[in-house]
């Protein structure tokens, strides 16, 4: 079965110092991951996707199979990036999205 | 231009009524999600359109839950005989194609049963 797993509830980090939102998947063949975030009052929306490979607000996540891993990170934290993170996965010719329960991310002044 | 549009944005319902749920997707997307969102969980997949086929229920929970999309643009989520269960927000999600199309999300229903 597809799983996203995000073991942290809630992660607190001070202003400037690197953050590390972690994601497990289990998926027997080659899935797609996101990133999506929501910050207060607005939408969920997309933050980054592994295969476009991008950086988005400072953020990267680096897809790892044989761990099963696709962690997000950001070496410099900004009171601005304080948000409910989830991470995602869709199967391969499936548009559905299984997401995790999501990490509240909490930037400390 | 506009993004998704849903209403209405809050729903109270006594336990065993009927509710129905509106999602406007963005102009021209053919494609259109609905998922539920329970306190403190991600939100979970419910159905699947495709222009006016529904190519996928399976995240339905049980048969007091339908979904249409009559005319491949606006779509109705019918709640039949409400329980408390069902409270949580429905979001709803629409995107351009199928395969490798970003889903734009709408701002949810919150319904609460009681």
């Known amino acids: 079965a597809q799983r996203v797993t995000q073991p942290e509830k809630l992660l607190s980090v001070f202003k400037g110092a690197p953050v590390e939102l972690k994601c497990n998947y289990s998926?027997?063949?080659?899935?797609?991951l996101f990133w999506y975030v929501q910050y207060s009052r607005q939408r969920l929306q997309l933050l980054l996707r592994h295969i476009s490979r991008e950086s988005i607000k400072g953020f990267t996540a680096d897809l790892n199979k044989g761990e099963t891993s696709f962690h997000l990170k950001k070496p410099f934290a900004q009171e601005e990036d304080s948000a409910m993170y989830y991470c995602a996965l869709s199967a391969v010719g499936d548009d559905k999205i299984i997401f995790g329960k999501g990490t509240r991310l909490h930037i400390l002044p | 231009g506009a993004g998704v549009s849903q209403s209405p944005r809050y729903k109270v319902a006594k336990r065993g009524q009927d509710v129905a749920l509106r999602c406007d997707p963005i102009s021209g997307h053919v494609s259109l999600f609905w998922y539920q969102q329970a306190l403190g969980q991600g939100p979970e997949f419910l159905t699947y359109f495709q222009n006016e086929a529904q190519l996928d229920k399976s995240g339905l929970p049980s048969d007091r839950f339908f979904a249409e999309r009559p005319e491949g643009s606006v779509s109705t989520l019918k709640i039949q005989r409400t329980q408390q269960e069902d409270s949580a927000v429905y979001l709803c999600?629409?995107?351009?194609?199928?395969?490798?199309?970003?889903?734009?999300f709408g701002p949810g229903t919150r319904l609460t049963v009681t």
């Open positions: 998926y027997s063949g080659s899935p797609e």
């Open positions: 999600a629409s995107s351009l194609g199928t395969g490798d199309y970003e889903q734009y």
